[in-house]
């Protein structure tokens, strides 16, 4: 935690040299409601589609637990974490919590980590066509290096029960940790052979991103920012990726980083950059309120 607070804290000092903070606080006061408006309802919708899902993986093994107690556990999971790592922490707390839904402890994580993965996928779709929507004359080969790297990656993962065992000599595979991976990554494999689950979720995994990527477009356009949408395509996902290294907290310092250097190709000032990606975290964090209010509650009924 202290890491991730230093290097929060670094990066956003680096920023402040550029930036002018008393500029794009002004800008975050004088947006266009009706637009934050529609950006937060924006939120809530892909709130709703990413509890949708996460549901239909969970259905798919089998797991034994209601729509209404998956959904508390997601929105609930997602506000615990937003005091953790970013990316990663409420992953973590959303798998702690299935498991103790009398869930086998590997396919509470596989449900979760597949669920990850395939967000990874859509975000890399999103990439892809925002290289082709938007052509500028500078070379993105490295941009399309980095979408087939992620994507090996991405599709490497539903093997791993094979390549672990590659990897994992037979004489430490009685280890209680090696045993553990093991359990997870036969999970992991299952998946594969829910080809129209897979799809499914993907399906909806990238109608996750487009409405990502439209609130970003709604709240620079409630800033006065006239990028264009095909433009947006293109630095959001990078964007999206920051967002879930788990080295910053609750998406602070650098995604903003990243997106303001993104933005600067499109002549955005950087104080209005700067508050584009304030509002792009805490629009997300408003996302998580309704799973501080069900925290709230199973305190009180646990008093």
């Avoid at 395939?118 to 929507?133: F, N, Q, R, Y």
């Avoid at 293109?234 to 602070?252: A, E, N, R, V, Y």
């Amino acid at each position: 935690m202290i890491v991730r607070l230093a290097i929060t804290a670094v990066i956003l000092a680096l920023l402040s040299r550029g930036i002018d903070f008393g500029a794009s606080m002004r800008a975050i006061a004088a947006i266009d409601v009706r637009y934050l408006a529609l950006v937060l309802a924006l939120v809530a919708m892909d709130r709703c589609v990413m509890i949708w899902r996460w549901i239909l993986l969970l259905r798919s093994s089998g797991v034994a637990i209601s729509s209404a107690a998956a959904a508390r556990l997601f929105l609930v999971s997602s506000f615990v974490g937003s005091f953790l790592p970013a990316g990663v922490g409420a992953d973590a707390a959303r798998a702690y919590g299935l498991s103790r839904e009398a869930v086998s402890g590997s396919e509470a994580l596989a449900s979760v980590a597949v669920d990850r993965v395939l967000g990874v996928m859509s975000i890399v779709v999103m990439a892809l066509v925002g290289v082709i929507a938007w052509r500028s004359a500078s070379d993105q080969s490295p941009l399309l290096y980095a979408i087939g790297a992620l994507t090996i990656g991405c599709v490497a993962f539903f093997w791993s029960n094979h390549w672990l065992r590659w990897v994992i000599p037979d004489r430490h595979r009685d280890h209680k940790v090696a045993r553990r991976v093991l359990r997870l990554s036969d999970a992991l494999g299952r998946y594969r052979d829910r080809p129209q689950v897979l799809a499914h979720v993907m399906a909806w995994s990238l109608l996750v991103q487009v409405l990502r990527i439209t609130q970003a477009y709604y709240l620079g356009a409630g800033l006065g920012m006239t990028v264009p949408y095909a433009y947006y395509l293109l630095f959001m996902p990078i964007g999206l990726l920051m967002l879930l290294l788990p080295i910053s907290i609750s998406g602070f310092g650098l995604p903003q980083g990243v997106i303001v250097w993104l933005l600067r190709p499109v002549g955005v000032p950087v104080a209005q950059a700067f508050a584009l990606t304030t509002l792009i975290v805490l629009t997300g964090l408003a996302g998580n309120i309704p799973g501080l209010w069900l925290w709230l509650r199973q305190r009180r009924e646990i008093l």
